[in-house]
């Protein structure tokens, strides 16, 4: 469920109110934590009568006040058959004895549902569910298994800690409002044949984690702010009855905001420095007119081909769209080059970098193609470059994690590089505003100046990051390799 502001114009004048439209911001796969409850209770199962009881209670239904002479006489019962229908009948309370005539009780006709002639009983039995409940809003949870990427994804906020650590005494109603959903999950054939009769002892057991698909939306007018899309997650009922994890979602959403900060202008400069040809028309005396730039990344298709070398982007390289565009300039590019043994990815300096299932697949897809035609049975090796102490989701993504100490690149930029191949770039910073949502804005491209002078440009300070002889070597060489096409780049953002 999206929750969006009325559109409003920006002071900036990022775009004309006509030309507004949503934006696709991006993309994260967060855990939603969870905990596994032993919860006895007791059921009430629906059972039938004795086939022989079930045809005498149709009958004194029929027939009330019959004789119980004319009622044997009328199956054919002995009256040792009898006495034992008769037994069970009255013993459960559905018929009464009186003076020789059979009565059917209140209880007795219960059984009959309506539009049923089919006389039914409840048995209650014990039994154990172990069920998982979701922690932030106590609602169930099927646990479902995560790969080692997923198990190291960012966690939601526990907005109130003190709900969760007493979650055991607050499973009782939960259990109850999930019941159905439990049982029929369990068996769906006999669902409707037994009903929650109660819940007697809960005791919490393991922990385990679920993921959530988000998405962050926002406008072309307002793109640093967005609200997180989950209908890949759930539909809209089922947001409506976990409003505690639509909360936390939000603070997920807000925690990721920054500010403008004074390496933008370096980091917007090295966009230059990589593709002058393609972005001369919004180079100003100041640097980068970015938002002209984003105005009309905003409003062109810039789809990918051939003849198209350089393509202009917004938004997280991990959405949809531009996972598609990166994709195609990839599969294009492969075409006419040879193909290196590394992958390079530069990591900006923000919040929750890469927390998508999208990364890991990306990156397998890169790597397993680029090593299908480098003299090697080995898919390419992925090398992420961090400064700082990288994100465990991170850890488990790349096949290498190098990383500096101190910063050797503006912090806000983000660079791809398979050597000799393609580059993708993009400048992580508010955009029309001086705090909110960063909002990715840059270019993919497979033009050979700008693969050339992205590799230089990184090969400067690889050895800030790279601390493997033989590893640097590898990645030294690739940097070093030239591309054997020499098509011209396209000079402006593309139609």
Partial sequence: MITQTRPILSLTGLLKPEEDKDLELASYDVLLPCRRFDVDHKVAVLGRVSLTAEFLLRLVKSVDGIDENEAALFFGFGLRDMSFVLAEVAGLGYVERREGRLWITLS???????????????????????????????????PRGLDDFSRALPELPLLQPERASAAAGNIYS???????????RRDKASFDKRSLYSIDHVSPGDRFSSSVKLTIKSTGLRPWAGVADLSEWRNEVE???????????????????????????EAYEVLISLAPEFLKEFVRKSGLAVDQYYRETFNRVGEVRSNRQTIAFVGS?????????????????????????????????????????????????????NGADNNSDRPATTVGLVSGWPDAHVKKAFAQVCKSDAPAFPQTLELLIVPGVLVAASIHAPIGSKAGLPVPLGFISFDPRVVERASEYVGHSLHRYVKEDALERRIREDLARTTADEGEMSSSVPE
Avoid at 345 to 369: D, F, N, Y
């Fill in 239 to 265: 947001q409506e009855d976990r409003p505690e994890v639509l909360d936390a979602v939000a603070a997920f959403v807000d925690d990721l905001s920054v500010t403008q900060r004074s390496g933008d202008r």
């Fill in 317 to 369: 390289l991990f959405t949809r769209d531009n996972v598609r565009k990166l994709t195609e300039a990839y599969s294009i590019a492969l075409r006419s080059r040879s193909r290196p043994s590394t992958l390079l990815w530069l990591i900006p300096i923000v919040k929750h970098w890469g927390a998508t299932k999208t990364l890991p697949e990306l990156l397998r897809m890169m790597a397993s193609r």
């Fill in 174 to 184: 939960a259990f109850r409002k999930s019941y159905s959903e439990i049982a029929s």
């Fill in 108 to 142: 007795g006709m219960s059984l009959f549902l309506e539009g049923s002639d089919e006389p039914k009983i409840f048995d209650v039995e014990a039994r154990r569910e172990n069920v998982g409940f979701d922690l932030i809003s106590l609602a169930y949870e099927h």
